[in-house]
């Protein structure tokens, strides 16, 4: 199976799931994956800095 059959198959998977929750379970699934989405965008953040100043 392909990266993007793949993909694809875990969204499935997921709309699956999260269609299951009632709406205040499907909230605290949005605030969880909206902390994920935060926490790894600043520890990218963090790397590309280290890079940058291993650099300089």
Request: hydrophobic letters at 35%; one cysteine or more; a positive charge.
């Amino acid at each position: 199976m392909t990266q993007p059959q793949i993909q694809v198959k875990k969204i499935d998977e997921l709309k699956a799931v999260f269609s299951t929750l009632d709406e205040v379970t499907q909230e605290y699934a949005l605030t969880l994956l909206q902390t994920l989405r935060f926490a790894q965008s600043k520890c990218y953040n963090a790397r590309r800095e280290d890079v940058k100043s291993q650099k300089s």
